[in-house]
C-alpha cells in the first residue's frame, strides 16, 4: 500500500525489469535481477499483471491461456511450420490445462470469447488466470480488485486464499481495503523511498505514520 505516486508500480516494474534501477540489487533466491529482461525474470520463476491488463484481446479467453503457459506449442516457431500430429497432441494437453484454469477463474462459458467481448471483472479474472496459466511462484498483482464490483472482488479473494494454500507467493499492489483484510499475511507501506512492514492490517491501520500520510 502507500499514496498515489509512491513508487509501488515503480517497485514491480523494476522486480520485473520494465524498469532499470540507478543502484542496488534486486535479488529473487539469490538470482540478481538487475539488468535481465523481462522474459528472462519470468523464467526464472516471476509474474505480473498491469493495471491496464495487457490481453491479446483479439484472442479468445482459451488462446490468451494458453500463449501464457510455459512451452506452449506456439511459442516455437518450427512448431507453427510442420503442424503435425505430434504437436497437436501436444496441443490437446495444454487445451486441457486451459479449460481447468476457466472453470477455477470461472469463465468456462467463454472459454471461446475474445477477451475484447468480456467485461472489465471478466478481463481482471482472465488476466489473472493467465498468471496461473504461467505458474510462476511468485506473482505480483497490480491493483487486481480496482474498478470491479464486489462479486468479482469475491472471486479474485478466493482464488489468491486458493494459490496461497497451494504455496504461491503473491505481491498485491491495491487500495481496496476490504479486499486486502480478506486476502493479506503481512503488510507492506511504500512512503518516500522507504517500505516499512506491519504483521496485520490492524497494525497498519492504527500506524501513526500510515495515518498520517494514507488514510
Known amino acids: 500500500m502507500g499514496a498515489n505516486g509512491a513508487g509501488k508500480t515503480t517497485l514491480f516494474n523494476i522486480i520485473t525489469g520494465f524498469t532499470h534501477p540507478q543502484e542496488g540489487s534486486v535479488l529473487y533466491k ?20 498491469f493495471q491496464d491488463l495487457r490481453l491479446a484481446t483479439k484472442l479468445t479467453v482459451k ?17 507453427a511450420l510442420f503442424y503435425g500430429c505430434f504437436f497437436k497432441r501436444k496441443e ?7 479449460t481447468q484454469i476457466a472453470e477455477q477463474i470461472g469463465l468456462t462459458d467463454k472459454f471461446e470469447t475474445s477477451a475484447s467481448d468480456l467485461s472489465y471483472g471478466q478481463q481482471k479474472l482472465l488476466s489473472l488466470g493467465c498468471c496461473i496459466a504461467n505458474d510462476a511462484n511468485l506473482m505480483l498483482l497490480d ?27 503473491i505481491l498485491i ?7 486486502l483484510r480478506e486476502v493479506g499475511d503481512a503488510y507492506f507501506f511504500l512512503t518516500h523511498g522507504r517500505l516499512f512492514r506491519f504483521d496485520s492490517y490492524e497494525e497498519l491501520r492504527h500506524s501513526p505514520l500510515v495515518l498520517q500520510s494514507y488514510f
Not at 539469490?30 to 499483471?49: A, Q, S
Not at 488462446?63 to 512448431?79: A, F, G, H, K, T
Not at 490437446?92 to 486451459?98: H, L, M, Q, S
Open 143 to 169: 491493483e487486481p480488485a480496482a474498478g470491479i464490483n464486489p462479486l468479482f472482488c469475491e472471486k479474485i479473494a478466493s482464488i489468491l486464499k486458493d494459490l496461497k494454500s497451494k504455496g504461491k507467493t
Open 63 to 79: 488462446e490468451n491461456l494458453i500463449l501464457s503457459m510455459r512451452d506452449n506449442p506456439y511459442d516455437n516457431v518450427l512448431n
Open 30 to 49: 539469490g538470482i540478481e535481477l538487475k539488468y535481465r529482461p523481462p522474459y528472462m525474470i519470468n523464467r526464472i520463476g516471476i509474474v505480473r499483471t
Open 92 to 98: 490437446t494437453v495444454f487445451i486441457e490445462r486451459a
Open 173 to 179: 499492489i491495491e487500495h481496496n481495503k476490504d479486499f
